[in-house]
């Protein structure tokens, strides 16, 4: 009796044990493919060097199992290799992606005092594992080049744009509409604004494909921007329900650095305030001519217009008809900078005389210069003209109308 009892018991527990043998059994077998991964979007803020006022980005990839912690970033150039300012120039800018230890990148980005955010992402194994090889196959030498545009295919749209085709192009029908009315030339000027004197120059170079308004697609060239769509992106669950992209966020270091400002200054009243005082100034000099000292300081100070004029609109000018920056070209501050101006510069050094007359050329080159710098003001109510110039026009409209004025009082030179 005693061993049926024992028979019984031991018949009793492996039929317990046994679903669960199979269920430990199957476990290991039963995980999907590329689980084992984890993937996290990197966003590192704003530095202080020029180039890195954009802000950055990287994918992370973990695999704690083969102890392999690597980040793919789009954003490596090399100012030593051959021909890069010359390519610079032309806009025909070589970028390439490459991987390096995660650790050593962020203690890196500690070091210069900015901040970092890593969003780990919610992706199938599937998924996981085309992202990795992907980005394996694309950091080949062969593979690694790519053609850089500052707004279209920087660091930035080439990380979004590999989680996007891993994902099926979720995140593009989910970022496609509207964001909300910024611009690449709003962007551009809010990030760079800490730099005044390179933040005027590139606004001043940008014309009117700058100014078109962005979708949270396009707005996904900086990678704050990125970083912050993609929290409301969102995926299929295995039953096909919506979750979020985004599993997690954290913030891994505290920047010392200041934050970018939210807005681009407004600089058309500044721009007209120094635009009118100029003008007035140059007009008051013109009144004072029998005096030496008045007669100089308006020569210089036209001369100095007339150059500057001239070398900003040859440079708008070869960017938009020589080069590949496709957000350069038809530039309509060439109508304030308008290298025309180089042709008043005999017309100004004559000025230097107590008689001065004019010759009917540098009148007429005079009025010219005007009428097109009055004109840029006045299309700005059709529909084509786009480019967000006003302050440009509010700067330098006054001193072309205060020069012509000054010319305008003079007397006739003789034939």
């Not at 966003?43 to 954009?54: A, H, I, Q, S």
Request: one cysteine or more; a positive charge.
């Amino acid at each position: 009796m005693t061993k049926c009892v024992a028979c019984l018991t031991w018949l009793f527990l492996a039929l317990i044990a046994a679903p669960l043998h199979g269920q430990a059994l199957a476990q290991p077998t039963s995980l999907e493919p590329g689980s084992q991964l984890e993937i996290s979007l990197l966003t590192f803020g704003p530095g202080e060097v020029l180039w890195e006022r954009f802000g950055h980005n990287a994918i992370r990839i973990r695999d704690a199992s083969a102890r392999v912690d690597i980040d793919y970033n789009y954003g490596i150039f090399d100012f030593s290799e051959d021909d890069f300012t010359s390519n610079f120039a032309r806009g025909r800018m070589m970028y390439r992606i490459a991987a390096d230890d995660t650790q050593e990148d962020l203690a890196l980005y500690a070091e210069e005092g900015r901040w970092v955010v890593e969003q780990r992402l919610n992706l199938t194994g599937a998924q996981r594992l085309a992202l990795r090889d992907f980005l394996e196959w694309n950091r080949r030498p062969e593979n690694a080049l790519y053609r850089y545009e500052y707004f279209t295919a920087n660091c930035s749209t080439r990380v979004r744009d590999a989680l996007d085709k891993v994902l099926g192009g979720r995140i593009h029908d989910q970022l496609a509409s509207p964001s909300k009315g910024f611009t690449f030339r709003m962007h551009a000027d809010r990030l760079m604004r800490p730099d005044l004197l390179p933040m005027l120059g590139m606004d001043l170079g940008l014309g009117p494909f700058a100014d078109k308004r962005l979708s949270s697609w396009d707005e996904s060239f900086v990678p704050m921007e990125l970083m912050q769509h993609l929290r409301g992106v969102s995926v299929p669950d295995s039953n096909g329900q919506p979750v979020p992209l985004v599993l997690s966020e954290k913030r891994i270091n505290t920047p010392r650095l200041p934050e970018p400002p939210d807005f681009p200054s407004d600089l058309r009243w500044p721009f007209g305030i120094i635009g009118v005082l100029l003008g007035g100034l140059l007009l008051f000099l013109s009144s004072r001519r029998e005096k030496p000292a008045a007669r100089y300081a308006f020569v210089s100070l036209a001369l100095l217009i007339s150059l500057l004029c001239t070398l900003a609109g040859v440079v708008l000018a070869a960017l938009w008809g020589f080069t590949e920056h496709v957000s350069a070209w038809r530039n309509e501050n060439l109508l304030q900078f308008n290298p025309l101006c180089l042709l008043l510069i005999p017309t100004w050094w004559r000025a230097r005389r107590a008689q001065w007359r004019i010759t009917r050329f540098g009148r007429g080159v005079a009025y010219a210069v005007l009428v097109l710098a009055a004109l840029a003001l006045c299309v700005k109510i059709l529909p084509w003209f786009v480019q967000s110039n006003t302050a440009w026009i509010f700067l330098m409209l006054p001193l072309h109308a205060a020069l012509a004025k000054a010319i305008a009082n003079r007397p006739k030179a003789s034939p």
